[in-house]
């Protein structure tokens, strides 16, 4: 098991910047992805932003230039640094790990995080 804990949301007007945080910890895998998702009301949850254990990253392309997704593998914690943030970007933001131990893919979701970007 995987307990995922996000901090770093809040109100911001826009044009404004957020760090989130999510600190990982219990039994995690060395092959894993760890990402960040978001959901705005009445909306899908969709991707913002994936990084992998051996460091490769993505980016929504809605978020790319703006968000860096960055990790602290001695904390088990992932980061995502918000810039110019816009009014589109207010959603619940979601931590995710998805790890793999054999052989199956495992999913692990935190609780969310709420960012409003609004005057």
């Known amino acids: 098991q995987v307990q995922l804990v996000e901090s770093g949301g809040g109100l911001v007007q826009p044009g404004g910047s957020l760090r989130l945080s999510c600190a990982a910890s219990?039994?995690?895998?060395?092959?894993?992805?760890m990402g960040w998702y978001r959901q705005a009301p009445e909306k899908q949850r969709e991707l913002v932003a994936t990084?992998?254990?051996?460091?490769?990253?993505n980016y929504a392309n809605s978020v790319k230039g703006r968000f860096t997704i960055s990790g602290d593998t001695a904390k088990n914690t992932v980061y995502l640094q918000m810039n110019s943030l816009k009014p589109e970007d207010t959603a619940v933001y979601y931590c995710?790990?998805?790890?793999?131990?054999?052989?199956?893919?495992?999913?692990?979701w935190g609780q969310g995080t709420q960012v409003t970007v609004s005057l």
């Open positions: 995710n790990e998805r790890q793999y131990v054999p052989f199956k893919w495992y999913d692990y």
């Open positions: 990084i992998t254990n051996s460091g490769s990253i």
């Open positions: 219990g039994s995690i895998s060395s092959l894993y992805v």
